[in-house]
C-alpha cells in the first residue's frame, strides 16, 4: 500500500506552485466566451419564442433584453463573438503545425486579444 505519509508537500501542482501561463489563461478565455455565447444565444432564442407565443410574452423578453442588463450582456457578447472566432482560426493554425513553439503563441495569444479588443470597439461604433 502506499505511504500516506508524505510530510508537508502537495499532492499534486497547485495554482500556488505553477504562475499562469498567457497560453493557458487565453485557453479557459475561450471557453468562458464560448458558454456566454450559448447563454446570449438562448436569450435571443427566448426573445424569439416570446414575439411567437403573444404581445404579452413578447413584452417581458423585449423589456429584458432592452434593460442595461440586456444591453450588457449584448455588449459582452460582441467581445466574445470576436474572441472565439480569432482563437478558433489561432487553433486551426495551430492544427497545421504552425506557431506552436512558446514566443509565438504568446505574441498570438497577445494579438488576438488586442484585435478582439479592436474589432469589438469598431463594431460597436458602426452599430
Known amino acids: 500500500m502506499a505511504d500516506v505519509n508524505r510530510g508537508n508537500r502537495p499532492l499534486s501542482p497547485h495554482l500556488q506552485v505553477y504562475r499562469p501561463q498567457l497560453t493557458s489563461m ?6 468562458i466566451t464560448g458558454n456566454a455565447l450559448i447563454l446570449a444565444g438562448l436569450l435571443i432564442t427566448w426573445w424569439f419564442v416570446a414575439a411567437a407565443a403573444g404581445p404579452e410574452a413578447f413584452a417581458t423578453a423585449d423589456a429584458v433584453l432592452t434593460s442595461w442588463f440586456g444591453k450588457l450582456v449584448f455588449l459582452g457578447s460582441i467581445f466574445a463573438i470576436w474572441y472565439h472566432l480569432l482563437a478558433g482560426l489561432r487553433h486551426l493554425v495551430w492544427d497545421q503545425g504552425y506557431l506552436l513553439d512558446i514566443d509565438s503563441a504568446e505574441k498570438l495569444g497577445i ?17
Open 111 to 127: 494579438g488576438i486579444i488586442i484585435a478582439s479588443v479592436c474589432l469589438s470597439l469598431f463594431t460597436i461604433i458602426i452599430l
Open 26 to 31: 487565453t485557453s479557459i478565455l475561450t471557453r
